[in-house]
């Protein structure tokens, strides 16, 4: 599938701002001083917004992206955005009530944090929920969808906590290192399965000729490349591909884990260590896209 910036900007930043506003709300930061609450506001709002809004530059209109969340009893694109405003609208209903009253009780935040773990569901199964596309129909996409979100907002979470100045239990500390690593390993098995994937239609099984051998087109459908081509057809070279796969986990998950683990209050280093992150992330996103084939591609005789 063609890599399109807007959308790896999208599932990388949002999925990033959710997951820490899901430990914000469970009362991981003390916003009880006004700096520390503007930073934290600004920060978490601005993650999800800005991947919110780079989202609609993949559509041809974007001032109609609205009507999408019409169509939320069969599209997860529709849930997903009719999910994503509704989280908005109390996130900032819980921050606002933090500012002019206090901090909100536990219980009361439980409901919104299962409401933010939806909708980064909801994201991942805009993609898990394609059979046409075989690697992402597959139960390891959601989970490393939520578990990026939940591993990278903990490591933000950190990254502010050491900012403000504020301590944390060593529970939260070995939790911050387990979750990444558990997110990492969630991303080699998908990857393993994505290696080992054996189609399940092939040039022969679509067009039933395969007892006569082996199947291969006389000529092209077209004599140049169209729509389909560039969009469900892209090929990354498996050399790339390791390469790139490599470094998303230096970037995304070594480099950061050893920073957290060596200097696990350095505001710097940890601002660093999760910019490291994001990256990886950004350039594991990249390659979910560019791996995978559409059934499609087979009309032009390319393997899936």
């Known amino acids: ?29 003390d916003l009880g001083n006004v700096i520390n609450f503007f930073i934290v506001s600004v920060f978490t709002f601005g993650l999800i917004g800005t991947g919110l809004l780079s989202s609609t530059l993949h559509l041809g209109h974007p001032e109609r992206a609205w009507r999408a969340l019409s169509q939320w009893r069969s599209s997860w694109l529709s849930r997903e955005g009719v999910l994503a405003v509704l989280v908005l609208s109390l996130l900032a209903v819980w921050f606002g009530w933090n500012y002019l009253i206090g901090s909100v009780p536990f219980l009361l935040g439980l409901p919104l944090v299962f409401l933010i773990g939806v909708t980064v569901y909801a994201t991942s199964m805009i993609y898990a929920s394609l059979k ?22 903990l490591l933000a979470s950190m990254w502010l906590l050491a900012v403000a100045g504020q301590s944390f239990i060593s529970e939260i500390y070995h939790l911050t290192y387990c979750l990444l690593i558990l997110a990492w390993v969630a991303k080699v098995l998908w990857w393993r399965n994505l290696d080992k994937q054996s189609p399940e239609s092939t040039l022969e099984s679509a067009t039933g000729l395969g007892s006569f051998g082996k199947v291969r087109p006389l000529m092209p459908p077209h004599t140049s490349e169209n729509y389909l081509q560039t969009e469900m057809g892209f090929v990354v070279a498996r050399r790339h591909a390791l390469k790139l796969r490599v470094m998303s986990i230096l970037a995304g998950g070594f480099i950061p884990l050893l920073v957290f683990i060596s200097f696990p209050s350095s505001s710097v280093l940890l601002g660093l260590a999760l910019f490291l992150h994001f990256v990886g992330v950004f350039i594991e996103r990249w390659l979910f896209f560019a791996e995978a084939k559409h059934v499609v591609s087979l009309y032009y005789g390319e393997a899936q």
Do not use: K, R
């Not at 790896?8 to 430990?23: D, M, P, R, V």
């Not at 129909?137 to 990278?152: E, M, R």
């Open 132 to 153: 046409t596309v075989a690697c992402w129909h597959h139960p390891l996409t959601p989970a490393c969808y939520l578990l990026f979100s939940v591993s990278g907002g």
């Open 1 to 29: 599938m063609h890599p399109a910036w807007s959308i790896i900007f999208f599932t990388s930043a949002s999925g990033l701002g959710l997951g820490l506003a899901a430990w914000v709300v469970l009362g991981l930061i």
